[in-house]
């Protein structure tokens, strides 16, 4: 395993479809690395992703091994994650895993438990993490009683191979379980299933440990992939701030109760007495401010950060446990919304 902190990192990518195809330019553009070599079982895609990035095709990830590799990115589909990391983790390769880390708690499990064995780093690609909206949020220092998230787009017929659980709920549940720092006590859900035997649509309410004044946060979250729309947002709530954050437009809305206790105040009051308000505009009532949001590009920063933490010897930001973690709450929100589910059609 290379522990130099400066010597060129010989990269890779396993799965060059849709996503596999960013992580393989990524691989040429982050500083000190250098795609070497793409194993797809598509032979046509392996040479369409060398001819345009470099590197040279695999036919097997043992191919990719003996060929010499430091650096992986595993973006199969999510049914192939394990067979591929377990070799590459006993190889002592440092793997970059696409969320989810598997289909399943038990092949989640099974990569962790590799990555503890191998010494070498596991990454899950958790990308909203490094989303320059969700970085916003966390530098408000945020401890949330109330959150709500949406992420609904129509049907890409592509990761069938799961749920919209473990295809897209999956990365606002990595999401809900940094922010709350800990799983859910209680799930419940409702889901449905229309174009197969996996939900299509879930809506789900998680709730979180009692905060120290015993209060009981919650999270509100909705996936859906056949929606007309495409559409991802928050909005938390803590005790004195409220945010409001759309993924899409990379914009948000920060409301604090400093600047506003005096308003809600006399409003409180005259509402109290019984005063007539609707002729007031809510919105010009409240003092906002934008959330500041940086420019960048997530997968990058993902991808540098990994690097960063290959060549210090720190923990990954997200490691192998949180994505075990991730999975473990999907699998409860898979099961109430089942217990709970309906099928259309
Ligand atoms: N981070 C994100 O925002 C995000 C978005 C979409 C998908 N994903 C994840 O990325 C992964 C891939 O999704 P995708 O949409 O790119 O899928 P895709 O179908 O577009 O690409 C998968 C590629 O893997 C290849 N492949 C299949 N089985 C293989 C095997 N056993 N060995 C080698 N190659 C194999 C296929 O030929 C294809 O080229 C999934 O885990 C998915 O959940 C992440």
New binding site residues.
């Given amino acids: 395993m290379p522990t130099a902190s400066t010597a060129t990192l010989r990269c890779g990518v396993?799965?060059?479809?849709?996503?596999?195809r960013h992580h393989a330019r990524l691989w040429t553009q982050v500083a000190g690395c250098d795609l070497v070599g793409v194993?797809?079982?598509?032979a046509e895609?392996r040479q369409q992703v060398i001819d345009q990035y470099g590197g040279r095709g695999h036919d097997s990830?043992e191919a990719l091994i003996d060929a010499g590799v430091d650096l992986v990115t595993i973006?199969?589909?999510?049914v192939?994650?394990r067979?591929?990391a377990e070799k590459l983790l006993a190889a002592g390769v440092h793997c970059l895993i696409?969320?989810?880390l598997a289909p399943t708690q038990d092949e989640a499990r099974a990569i962790a438990d590799a990555a503890k064995r191998s010494g070498a780093l596991l990454q899950v690609?958790h990308?909203v993490r490094y989303d320059p909206v969700m970085v916003a949020i966390r530098k408000l220092g945020l401890r949330p009683r109330f959150v709500e998230v949406d992420r609904v787009s129509p049907m890409?017929f592509?990761?069938v191979d799961?749920g919209v659980v473990?295809?897209m709920m999956i990365?606002d549940i990595d999401v809900l379980l940094m922010l709350f720092g800990a799983e859910p006590v209680d799930v419940r859900a409702s889901s449905v299933s229309v174009l197969g035997e996996a939900e299509d649509v879930c809506n789900a309410r998680l709730e979180f440990p009692r905060m120290a004044d015993g209060y009981a946060p919650v999270a509100n979250v909705t996936a859906s992939r056949l929606a007309m729309k495409t559409e991802r947002k928050i909005r938390v709530m803590s005790d004195d701030t409220y945010v409001s954050a759309d993924f899409v437009d990379r914009k948000g809305t920060v409301a604090r109760k400093g600047p506003n206790a005096s308003k809600i105040a006399e409003v409180r009051e005259l509402l109290k007495q019984g005063a007539d308000l609707s002729h007031l505009n809510f919105l010009d009532l409240l003092q906002v401010e934008p959330l500041a949001v940086e420019p960048g590009e997530p997968?990058k920063l993902q991808a540098e950060d990994f690097v960063d933490a290959i060549r210090s010897g720190r923990r990954p930001l997200v490691d192998a446990e949180d994505g075990f973690a991730a999975v473990r709450t999907a699998d409860r929100i898979v099961a109430a919304g089942r217990a709970a589910g309906s099928r259309m059609v």
């Fill in positions: 396993i799965g060059v479809g849709k996503m596999g194993v797809d079982s598509s895609r990830v973006a199969t589909p999510t192939h994650h067979e591929a696409e969320k989810p690609g990308v890409t592509r990761s799961v473990l295809d990365h997968l």
